[in-house]
T-cell receptor, first 112, second 114 residues
Framework: EDQVTQSPEALRLQEGESSSLNCSYTVSGLRGLFWYRQDPGKGPEFLFTLYSAGEEKEKERLKATLTKKESFLHITAPKPEDSATYLCAVQAEDTGRRALTFGSGTRLQVQP | NAGVMQNPRHLVRRRGQEARLRCSPMKGHSHVYWYRQLPEEGLKFMVYLQKENIIDESGMPKERFSAEFPKEGPSILRIQQVVRGDSAAYFC????????????FGSGTRLTVV
């Protein structure tokens, strides 16, 4: 069974204080690892897809990296508007299955 | 360029009633997915549909829940005889055909069973 564990559950940062969120996963053949951002009362917003170990992707203050067992979401010099829950999900290679297995998320709060 | 549209945004039902949740995918997207988010829990996959076909319903409860994506019109998630444990946020997502892509999620329907 595919599993995703995110840590920490919650993280409070000061504005400008860089940090990383962790996503550990087990999957029977990885098709893709996804990062989403979710604001309260809204649906998840797609951030990145990573497909193979060693891959990195960046968007503004966010950078996602992938190894064979985990992914990191690095947040550089965060701003209050980066406050949200960040979700990690994996999709297995199993042909035809497109289900994503999500972690429980990391709630990030950035204080001014 | 409208995103994934879900309605209603909020739905209140009494125990035993039926709930119907609607989802219109993004233009050009032919694949629809339903997820449920229980309070303080992560998103859980329910069902994956293409037009007139259920592809994967491995996450659907065996009873009371059904989903469809007709040739014309939105996808419908139907919950019969709702119970308090069905209270949750239900999210629909869509993607284009072909290889996997990051889904685009709608804003969800928050179902409250009283």
């Amino acid at each position: 069974e595919d599993q995703v564990t995110q840590s920490p559950e919650a993280l409070r940062l000061q504005e400008g204080e860089s940090s990383s969120l962790n996503c550990s996963y087990t999957v029977s053949g990885l098709r893709g690892l996804f990062w989403y951002r979710q604001d309260p009362g809204k649906g998840p917003e797609f951030l990145f897809t990573l497909y193979s170990a060693g891959e990195e992707k960046e968007k503004e203050r966010l950078k996602a990296t992938l190894t064979k067992k985990e992914s990191f979401l690095h947040i550089t010099a965060p701003k209050p508007e980066d406050s949200a829950t960040y979700l990690c999900a994996v999709q297995a290679e199993d042909t035809g299955r497109r289900a994503l297995t999500f972690g429980s998320g990391t709630r990030l709060q950035v204080q001014p | 360029n409208a995103g994934v549209m879900q309605n209603p945004r909020h739905l209140v039902r009494r125990r035993g009633q039926e709930a119907r949740l609607r989802c219109s995918p993004m233009k050009g997207h032919s694949h629809v997915y339903w997820y449920r988010q229980l309070p303080e829990e992560g998103l859980k996959f329910m069902v994956y549909l293409q037009k007139e076909n259920i592809i994967d319903e491995s996450g659907m409860p065996k009873e009371r829940f059904s989903a469809e994506f007709p040739k014309e019109g939105p996808s419908i998630l139907r919950i019969q005889q709702v119970v308090r444990g069905d209270s949750a946020a239900y999210f629909c997502a869509s993607s284009p055909a072909g290889q996997s892509y990051g889904y685009t999620f709608g804003s969800g329907t928050r179902l409250t069973v009283v």
